[in-house]
């Protein structure tokens, strides 16, 4: 499903055609009120919003779509100065282009982005198919010793800390993960619930299955855009990752010269990077997760000691 947001009813029928020969169902709408509504009743994958339109513009559109879908968020607008590329991506749009576009270049920008396995789906996929099999196993047993079943599964845990304690003595418990590398202490990935891996790093939690992320306890509410991100700093440890790889990775692409990163796809990741600092309270001269290298990219910060 998508839904088209534009007051020009000339690019509004291109849009649907464009959109329907890539497979979509449609749902056209031209002023901001009424886009709201279709995105808030249809539940689109992505969504193309025109900037300039009548009433509530487009940026404020954006907003108010993100404070309850994260449907991808496409802006199509005459304007192609710097600073409103900045205003519409801190407003919550995932990829911006100029009119007039190409309609092919659209349709590759949104292959792109759907190429990135981040649907919405995967996440409710992932709760249901641990509660599946539970009931199953439980039943053919004994329900009384579902309980007991779910002792052994956290016993594992135990054994695993008490060898690690035994070294301590000798090196120091922060000693021997400090030995590798100051990465390695940085990441730890554990397994919990499912089986599905955490990564862990100064109190940030995620889960790149469950598209989950906590800080501390609490939910952080990111973008698709922000949590790939995220992902791909904290995974990648303390090597540095460049801005014009961030931009591809962001564009579904992998990681070779050939592809072409406009200084435009830099300063988006830019302004991604800078949103997602303000959700985690991360500083830009102390941080504790984001560190900025100065004119190549970014890398996880070292751990808290």
Partial sequence: ????????????????????????????????????????????????????????????????????SQTYIVMLTARDEEIDTLQGLEAGADDYLTKPFRPRELRARIDAM??????????????????????????PAAAPEAPPAAVPAAVPVVPVVAPSAEPAPHTGAHAAPAVPDAASSA???????????????????????????????????????????????????????????LALLLRGESYVTAYYVTEADKRAVEVHMGNLRKKLGDSLTTPRWLETVRGVGYRLAAADE
């Fill in 1 to 68: 499903m998508a839904v088209i947001i534009e007051d020009d009813a000339d690019i509004r029928h291109l849009l649907e055609s464009v959109l329907t020969q890539a497979g979509f169902d449609v749902i056209a709408t031209s002023n901001g009120h009424d886009g709201i509504q279709a995105v808030r009743a249809y539940e689109p994958i992505v969504t193309t919003l025109d900037v300039s339109m009548p009433g509530m513009d487009g940026f404020e559109v954006a907003k108010r779509l993100r404070t309850f």
């Fill in 114 to 139: 759907l190429r990135r396995p981040r649907m919405a789906f995967a996440d409710d996929a992932a709760v249901v198919a641990p509660a599946v099999p539970v009931p199953p196993a439980p039943s």
């Fill in 187 to 245: 990441v730890r990935e554990t397994s919990e619930d499912s089986g599905e891996g955490w990564i862990e790093h100064n109190g940030l939690r995620l889960n790149r299955e469950m598209r989950l992320a906590s800080l501390d306890g609490r939910d952080l509410d990111l973008t698709r855009t922000e949590f790939d991100l995220l992902v791909a700093v904290v995974e990648s440890k303390r090597r540095v990752r460049t801005k014009a790889d």
